[in-house]
């Protein structure tokens, strides 16, 4: 069943930090990134259960400004050696204001190759993209990017 | 809609440990089941869900896929190439259609 915005924004009503976090205050762009962040924290608590720590060894490259959401192209790499020991499962990739809001999901093995990906993929408005990266080590790391598109890419 | 036609650009050639790329781009509409047609009915959801690239039987890469991938899917990973031996690529579709593609990697 896919994910769609409807059922994050239901699950949102329900639970009371996310209430507080829908109104940002007036004014002030900084104010409006953390509540993007609290945001994008908070969706994926609710998608994994987890709380993800925000991770700079994760790069989620994306075009800041694209005249299209139809064929957006993104590359995703992890700094990750890749052995048995330390290594990255999976990363996936959410579009949070899109109507169905999950992406993609890489899974990579370790000594095979490097956990590095590129593919396009639609938006339908500007917004954050959101990768969360699952190491062997169960730790969950995030990162994200504003991506602001001229077109609806998912209609 | 003419049948997907996949295609992949990888070495046939690689030294032991290298890190080779592999490209792959698969012709698919990817329909979303979020369009009308002409007569307001919903077109049903139809797209590739999933990938896999096995190296000498062993998954080595695998991707899950859903409606936001852009149409066309295109998927760019990387291997290590780790002995001589048969890449196979596997896109898979909603409905159950499977297209594939094999390659030969010579590893020296």
Excluded at chain 1, 24 to 32: D, E, F, K, L
Excluded at chain 2, 69 to 78: G, L, M, R, T
Aim: hydrophobic residues 45%.
């Amino acid at each position: 069943m896919s994910l769609t915005r409807r059922d994050m924004l239901m699950a949102a009503c329900v639970g009371s930090a996310a209430l507080a976090s829908a109104f940002p205050s007036p004014g002030s762009t900084r104010a409006q990134d953390d509540t993007a962040q609290d945001d994008t924290m908070d969706l994926i608590e609710r998608l994994t259960g987890q709380t993800p720590t925000l991770s700079d060894r994760l790069h989620l490259v994306m075009p800041a400004v694209f005249p299209t959401g139809y064929t957006v192209p993104m590359d995703l790499d992890i700094n990750s050696p890749m052995t048995a020991d330390d290594h990255v499962r999976r990363i996936r990739v959410f579009a949070p204001q899109n109507p169905l809001i999950e992406v993609a999901s890489f899974n990579f093995v370790p000594q095979r190759g490097i956990a590095r990906v590129s593919t396009r993929i639609r938006l339908a408005e500007p917004q954050y993209v959101v990768a969360v990266a699952e190491m062997n080590d169960g730790m969950l790391l995030m990162t994200k990017t504003f991506v602001d598109v001229a077109t609806n890419g998912c209609i | 809609m003419t049948a997907p036609k996949p295609r992949v650009l990888v070495p046939s050639a690689a030294g032991k440990g290298e890190v080779i790329r592999v490209k792959t781009i698969i012709s698919h509409q990817m329909e979303t089941g979020l369009r009308h047609d002409a007569q307001g009915q919903v077109i049903p959801r139809k797209i590739i869900n999933r990938f896999v690239c096995r190296y000498a039987g062993v998954v080595v890469f695998s991707m899950d896929l859903h409606e936001a991938i852009s149409a066309n899917p295109f998927i760019e990973f990387y291997l290590r190439a780790t002995e001589s031996g048969r890449l196979e690529f596997i896109w898979e579709e909603d409905g159950g259609g499977v297209y594939q593609l094999e390659h030969q990697l010579a590893v020296a």
